[in-house]
């Protein structure tokens, strides 16, 4: 099979399986920033590629990128224009997030070309179907994949700017669009441009090597002996010249007063207003944050245990390949030296995608949600690891087809928490906390994001009497916003409200999330009233419909 | 030969974790406890529970199981060390999956040799001594009223509030007494809502401790401040005094200035009689205050 040909089989499998669960997907509270925001841009792009003469006005701008204007505006363009074309399909919510279907995919894509590049194409075309695997079985990373939201974006475009910069290790076409990728990420979400924690210290570990073994490098005569330049890569010029370029042309909101919101922009983030995330049973909010191990333990508990296990033995595997090649630099041949550069620069960045969160002194919370652009490095690594294993039994198992069958069975126990969890992705935890269960009891939340799971808006459909009022708790107002996309998309019947007031209330549904502080008095208010329906898993229960009215019977 | 053994080393982990997986996504729910055990495990609790001990349900409970503990005064929530630290705290529990932070337990009851239910007594570490009350764990013994002018009650704060805790017919919403947890001096503080109201008092009126305590002379350590939020919000924003009285007389005086900080006094009360905390301010707009008291043994 031809690597095009190869790669275009995995990409499609995981798009079609992403596809065929995408009306399952629970809105989250982002969505109702984001598509809005999606569908106000794109409007304005519509105008400006018209060339009608007041699109470029300030005031016209300002109106249509106001909304949403602290997060740059790359993925919500893709939003609003999914949006716009499958509408009429998918409806209106839908629609816009199925741009994040397209950048899940453009993952996918890009593991295919970074293992075929580097191990060549039988063994590259194995890793990327290993790796895309067990991206598909991570439940967590999977609703992000459908969620009109910035993580996925931006650990896609996160992705394809590390591609590009690798590539250029040995392209002189890719260093050049390195520039204009990695701008694109930097206007995704403000976590891109830190590819370069990793992306610096490869230049520096791998020109000191190749310097170091080439005595016949030159040296200027001003520097002193022992000292040589590290050549200035291609690619970093470009990233630092075109990036920014590419940044500001496509977020017309930057074109006027650009110094004050530029400021505005670094300003927000530097300052992100704290939220609450429950961690070992304490809530925290403000400073001081979640501990800095949080974003290791919370992937350590919810990755597959299979996944990173073979991570990590690719990890172990790689290492005497990665000394050799930072030692003994002339003496590895280029195939060796081209595995190597993938593998540490895989290993640098699955460090600071993750590292970034725990130490940069900003608010830790959201489970995974914050380090997005680590879990595609880890997968990828992770096939690595199946691909050594594959090998490996050739001398035990003879038979192809048994041996493919038994490596992807090991890349599978995703699919089994896929399955428990469907619709409720967010609510996963692997068998090292011992499960949502195990975790709820050990103080984790069972679920974020506020999310409006589909079943439950089915059972109020089917079961809600005629004009039911619903009110959520502990937090509604975010189910205000969410479930009018629901309405709006007709998966909702039009004459069930969610409503701010809770006397007003006919069912009161709680949520079960401990890090709100009024959830326990919540939970104390409404235990005595009469539960309609619960929704639990593994045990656990995830939220639990209670009549608001001592006596009342679902239709 | 010790490359196939780390093949089969390496296989034999990978299935390991592979069952781990596979068995915690696809076990099946446990059963509810049925009202007859959740029935017993409140008569265990109510037996073994003494005053100013703190009462913890797990969080896996489903509220159809909670429903029979009747009006038991319980949350799903893992208590702060301070409170710990101090108090015993009885935990109902569910066997299969105990829940995290409390330490051993010093009893544990069986519901039944059947029922996942247990009832687990911790009790507080002896190098803790810890208070004999405290506003914020015991607010369920605090009397609030409002008086206005000073001297004459207009209300008094035992209606119950949607939101939790009790709010005062007749009066503002905002005038309530419950637990808040609030950013005070830049750290999130566990603390009793006091705002005050113009040409009024807010009256918090602490119960004799001689239930608590045979000790006659007890210390009691007020601490008051004002959100950060609301310092930093309203520039020329009025003091609100708290005054500590026992038996009419005025032990003490805390005033929490416009300023972000928490600022205390210590006194010495006696456990026989009730004490009041009485919280005043010339002009209330913006007043987010909030008041953390608690009485230890006095230090010989």
């Known amino acids: 099979m031809s690597a095009i040909r190869g790669s275009l089989a995995i990409v499609a499998v995981y798009f079609v399986c992403l596809c065929f669960t995408h009306k399952n997907a629970a809105l989250t509270d982002d969505d109702d920033y984001y598509i809005p925001a999606g569908i106000s841009y794109v409007a304005w792009l519509g105008k400006a590629v018209t060339f009608q003469p007041e699109a470029f006005k300030k005031k016209t701008i300002d109106a249509a990128y106001k909304i949403n204007k602290e997060h740059p505006p790359f993925a919500k363009y893709v939003f609003g224009l999914s949006h716009f074309s499958l509408r009429g399909v998918l409806g209106p919510s839908d629609s816009a997030r199925f741009g994040a279907i397209l950048f899940s995919s453009l993952i996918v894509a890009l593991l295919c070309f970074l293992a075929v590049f580097h191990f060549g194409t039988k063994s590259g075309l194995r890793i990327a179907a290993f790796s895309s695997l067990m991206l598909l079985a991570l439940p967590r990373f999977n609703l992000h994949s459908h969620v009109a939201t910035l993580d996925v974006p931006v650990a896609a475009m996160y992705l394809f700017a590390a591609t590009m910069v690798l590539y250029a290790e040995r392209s002189k076409r890719a260093a050049i669009w390195a520039g204009p990728v990695f701008g694109l990420a930097t206007a995704t979400k403000l976590n891109a441009p830190f590819l370069l924690l990793a992306y610096i210290p490869f230049i520096i570990f791998t020109r000191v090597s190749e310097l170091r073994n080439s005595p016949s490098s030159p040296r200027p005569a001003t520097i002193p002996s022992g000292l040589r330049l590290i050549p200035f890569p291609a690619a970093l010029l470009s990233m630092a010249t075109l990036g920014p370029l590419v940044f500001f042309a496509i977020w017309p909101w930057m074109w006027t007063d650009t110094v004050a919101r530029v400021k505005e922009y670094i300003a927000f983030h530097a300052n992100h207003y704290g939220i609450h995330f429950l961690y070992f049973g304490q809530v925290h909010t403000d400073a001081p944050y979640a501990p800095w191990h949080a974003p290791f333990v919370m992937a350590a508990s919810t990755i597959p245990l299979v996944t990173s296990a073979f991570a990590v033995f690719a990890v172990i595997r790689a290492w005497p390949l990665i000394q050799s090649r930072l030692t003994k630099s002339s003496q590895v041949d280029e195939k060796q030296r081209m595995r190597s550069d993938l593998l540490l620069f895989l290993i640098l960045n699955s460090l600071t995608t993750i590292s970034l969160v725990a130490f940069a002194g900003t608010p830790i919370y959201g489970g995974e949600k914050l380090f997005m652009p680590f879990f595609p490095f880890w997968c990828l690594l992770a096939g690595i690891g199946v691909n050594h294993l594959y090998e490996a039994l050739q001398s035990v198992v003879r038979n192809k087809t048994l041996k493919l069958a038994l490596v992807t069975l090991f890349c599978s126990s995703g699919f089994f928490y896929q399955w428990r969890y469907f619709g409720y992705e967010l609510s996963q935890y692997n068998a090292l906390v011992g499960g949502v269960r195990g975790a709820t009891a050990l103080g984790f939340e069972r679920q974020y994001y506020d999310l409006a799971h589909r079943d439950l808006v089915d059972w109020l459909s089917e079961n809600g009497p005629k004009n039911l009022k619903v009110h959520f708790l502990p937090n509604n107002w975010e189910y205000v916003r969410t479930y009018k996309w629901y309405r709006r998309g007709k998966d909702l019947r039009s004459d069930i409200v969610v409503v701010n007031n809770e006397r007003a209330a006919d069912w009161i549904i709680i949520t079960h999330e401990r890090r709100f502080a009024r959830y326990s008095k919540d939970l104390s208010r409404y235990r005595s009233k009469p539960v309609l329906f619960e929704k639990r898993i593994d045990s656990t229960p995830i939220w639990t419909v209670f009549s608001a009215k001592t006596i009342d019977n679902p239709r | ?300």
């Open chain 2, 1 to 300: 030969m010790s490359k196939n053994l780390g093949l089969k080393a390496g296989i034999a982990l990978v299935s390991t974790l592979w069952l781990m997986d596979s068995y915690v996504a696809l076990r099946p729910n446990t059963s509810l406890a049925t009202p007859e055990e959740v029935q017993t495990a409140l008569k265990i609790i109510k037996e073994n529970k003494k005053p100013g001990d703190i009462v913890v349900h797990s969080p896996l409970l489903s509220p159809i199981e909670l429903v029979h503990l009747g009006g038991l005064d319980a949350a799903p929530a893992l208590p702060s060390s301070r409170v710990t630290n101090s108090r015993r705290v009885l935990v109902l529990d569910k066997a299969h999956t105990e829940m995290h932070g409390f330490g051993s337990p010093k009893t544990t009851f069986r519901v039944s040799d059947q029922s996942d239910l247990v009832v687990k007594v911790y009790e507080p570490d002896a190098a803790h001594a810890g208070p004999v009350f405290d506003l914020y764990t015991d607010i369920n013994q605090v009397q609030m009223s409002i008086e206005k002018p000073a001297g004459k009650v207009v209300s008094r704060c035992t209606a119950k509030r949607a939101a939790g805790g009790r709010s005062c017919p007749g009066q503002p919403e905002w005038l309530y007494l419950d637990r808040r947890k609030l950013v005070i001096d830049g750290q999130s503080q566990e603390c009793v809502w006091a705002h005050p109201t113009n040409n009024g008092v807010i009256v918090l009126t602490i119960p004799p401790l001689r239930d608590q305590t045979q000790l006659k002379t007890l210390i009691l350590k007020v601490q008051t401040g004002l959100t950060d939020d609301a310092v930093r919000t309203t520039a020329g924003g009025a003091k609100v005094h708290t005054e500590v009285q026992q038996d009419g007389r005025v032990l003490a005086k805390v005033t929490a200035p416009n300023r972000i900080g928490i600022y205390e006094k210590t006194v010495s009360i006696t456990s026989d009689k009730e004490v009041q905390l009485r919280i005043t301010s010339p002009k209330d707009g913006r007043r987010h205050h909030c008041v953390m008291a608690s009485v230890e043994a006095a230090k010989r």
